[in-house]
C-alpha cells in the first residue's frame, strides 16, 4: 500500500514542524523551497557579502533575506531552507494572556489552553532557554552592575522610565555551551547535529557561522529527513490545480534562473502553504486572479499586519554595546509595547545601510531597539499586475513612529551619550516596516470572514492546509516564531496517521 503524498510548500517554522509530524504520521513528505540550502560556513563573513545576505536572483544573489517594497510596506522575509529561522534574531516570545481574547481569534476556540502545551512543545524542540546576561544567570535573576553594556544601559531606561519590573533577558532558541566549543547534539538524544557553544559575536541576523543558533535546519528538518522527507531546495510552486478526484498538481520553476522556464509538475494527495504571510497569501491570490480556485473566500487579504514594528539606533563612538546575541533583553514602557535591545555585531547587519549616520558609527557602536506593539491596526492584500498590493484595512494606520518607543531611545541616547537615528524609509518615505509579517488567511467558521477553519484546512478544499504566519491573525506585540511554531503544533496534532 503507498503512502499518502503530502507537499510542503516553504521550510520555516509552519513548513518545518509539517515536515516533521507528517513523516512521524507516515506520509510521503516532500518540502519544496524558493531558497538555496546553507551550510553554517555558507553565511555571510562580512556585510559585504551581499550575494550571501541578500536574495535577488537576477543580480545573481542567493542570500537568507529577501526585501519587498510597495506604496505602503517596506518588508524583510527570510528564504533558504529553514526559511525566517535563517535570518532572524532566535528570540522566543509567548504572547501576553489578553492576546488570544482580541478580534480575529475565533472565539469557538479556547487558543490561550490547547496552545499551552504546544508552546511547550515548540520550546523544546527549538532549545529556547534565557539569556544570560552579566552578572545574571540562565534562569534570568538579574543584577546587571557597572556603566558600561548595552544591557546595562537599557536597565538603567527601565529605571528612569519607572518600570523596571518589566526589565527582563530574552529568552531565546541559542546553544549556550562553552564559547567557539562543538560538543554532541544536546537537545535530541543524538539525533541532532553537532552544536558549538553561542560566542556572543552578535551576528545572528546575518547567518550563524558558529552554530550556536538553533534554526530549523538543526532540529525539526533534520529529524524529519531523517524520516524519510525530501526537500527541493531553489523551487518556487506557481500555481495549485485541483486534481479530478482529489489531490493537487502544483506546477514549479526553478526560483534562480534568470529565465524562468516551466519545470517540474508535482502531483500530491494533500498539499500544506507554509510559505508565509507573503507567499502563501501571494500563491492564494494568483490563483484566484487566474481562475484556477475561484472558490476561495473573499476574506483572501484581509487582515494582513505588520506587528507595528518600529526600528530605531542609537549610536556614538564612544559607546560599546558589547557581546552578546543579537536581542539579550527587554523593557516594556507600557501595556501595549515591548522595546528590545538589538545589538549589530563587529560587523553592521544590511539594516545598517538604511541608517542616516555614516557607516563607521555601526558595529560594536551602534544599538538597534526594535519596537513591537499590540494595538489593532491592518492591511488588505490585493492582486494586480502580477503582483501583491496592499490597502489600509479597518483601524489605525500602520506607524511609522511609536511614541513609547521613542521615549526609550531618548533614554537611551541620553544614558551611553549618543544620539538617535531613523531609518530612510521612515524618514523619507514614511513606509511601514516590518520583519515579521503576519496575517491574510482568517481562521473560522464563515467562508465569507475567514480562508480556512480552525483546523487550518481551505475552506471548500479539505486537502489545502495553511501552517504558517498567514494564519497569525492579530498583532502579537512580540516576536512570532514561537506562536507560528505552536499553531502548526496544534494543526498537525490534529493529522490522521497514513
Known amino acids: 500500500m503507498s503512502r499518502s503524498g503530502v507537499v510542503v510548500v516553504g521550510s520555516g517554522f509552519g513548513g518545518a514542524v509539517a515536515a516533521l509530524r507528517l513523516a512521524e504520521k507516515g506520509y ?6 524558493a531558497g538555496r540550502r546553507f551550510a553554517d560556513a555558507d553565511f555571510a563573513r562580512s556585510p559585504w557579502q ?38 532572524y534574531a532566535g528570540v522566543h516570545y509567548r504572547p501576553q494572556p489578553e492576546i488570544f481574547r482580541a478580534p480575529g481569534w475565533d472565539p469557538s476556540v479556547d487558543w490561550q489552553t490547547e496552545l499551552a502545551p504546544c508552546y511547550d512543545l515548540a520550546e523544546r524542540m527549538l532549545g529556547t532557554t534565557t539569556v544570560p546576561l552579566p552578572d545574571g544567570d540562565i534562569d534570568g535573576d538579574i543584577d546587571i552592575d557597572g556603566d558600561t553594556g548595552g544591557d546595562a544601559a537599557l536597565r538603567r531606561v527601565a529605571d528612569d522610565l519607572r518600570v523596571t519590573d518589566t526589565f527582563h533577558p530574552t529568552r531565546v532558541g541559542v546553544y549556550f555551551g562553552s564559547p567557539g566549543v562543538p560538543a554532541a547534539d544536546p537537545y535530541f538524544a543524538g539525533r541532532g547535529p553537532d552544536r558549538t557553544g553561542c560566542t556572543g559575536c552578535g551576528h545572528c541576523l546575518t547567518g550563524c557561522r558558529v552554530g550556536a543558533k538553533n534554526t530549523l535546519v538543526k532540529n525539526y528538518l533534520c529529524l524529519a529527513e531523517q524520516l524519510g522527507a525530501r526537500i527541493r531546495p531553489r523551487t518556487t510552486v506557481t500555481s495549485l490545480h485541483p486534481r479530478p478526484g482529489g489531490g493537487w498538481r502544483l506546477p514549479t520553476v526553478r526560483s534562480d534562473a534568470l529565465i524562468r522556464r516551466r519545470g517540474e509538475t508535482l502531483e500530491a494527495d494533500q498539499v500544506v502553504l507554509a510559505a508565509g504571510a507573503w507567499g502563501t497569501v501571494e500563491l492564494l491570490h494568483r490563483c484566484r486572479a487566474a481562475g484556477i480556485l ?54 553592521f547587519h544590511p539594516l545598517g545601510a538604511a541608517f542616516i549616520p555614516p557607516v563607521r ?45 521613542r521615549a526609550v531611545a531618548h533614554r537611551y541616547a541620553e544614558n551611553v551619550g549618543g544620539r538617535t537615528h531613523v531609518l530612510w524609509w521612515g524618514r523619507l518615505l514614511r513606509l511601514p516596516f516590518t520583519a515579521h509579517l503576519l496575517g491574510g488567511c482568517p481562521l473560522g467558521d464563515d467562508p465569507d470572514t475567514s480562508v480556512a477553519d480552525v483546523h487550518h484546512r481551505v475552506h471548500g478544499h479539505p486537502d489545502l492546509h495553511i501552517v504558517d504566519a498567514s494564519a497569525v491573525p492579530t498583532n502579537l506585540g512580540c516576536n512570532p516564531a514561537l506562536t507560528i511554531t505552536a499553531m502548526a503544533e496544534r494543526a498537525l496534532a490534529r493529522w490522521p496517521t497514513a
Open 361 to 405: 558609527r555601526f558595529g560594536p557602536h551602534t544599538a538597534l531597539l526594535f519596537a513591537m506593539e499590540n494595538a489593532d491596526s491592518g492591511l488588505t492584500s490585493h492582486y494586480r499586475w502580477g503582483r501583491m498590493t496592499f490597502r489600509p484595512g479597518e483601524g489605525p494606520a500602520e506607524p511609522v513612529s511609536l511614541a513609547a518607543a
Open 50 to 87: 551581499l550575494h550571501r545576505l541578500v536574495w535577488a536572483p537576477k543580480l545573481r544573489m542567493s542570500g537568507i533575506v529577501q526585501v519587498r517594497a510597495r506604496r505602503r510596506l517596506l518588508t524583510l522575509t527570510g528564504i533558504g531552507v529553514g526559511g525566517g529561522s535563517l535570518a
Open 294 to 347: 475561484p472558490g476561495l473566500s473573499p476574506a483572501l487579504g484581509t487582515g494582513t499586519r505588520t506587528n507595528r514594528e518600529v526600528p530605531l539606533a542609537i549610536s556614538d563612538p564612544g559607546a560599546q554595546v558589547g557581546p552578546g546575541v543579537v536581542i539579550s533583553s527587554a523593557l516594556r514602557p507600557d501595556d501595549q509595547t515591548l522595546v528590545q535591545l538589538a545589538r549589530l555585531g563587529s560587523k
Open 28 to 33: 510521503d513528505v516532500t518540502v519544496v523551497e
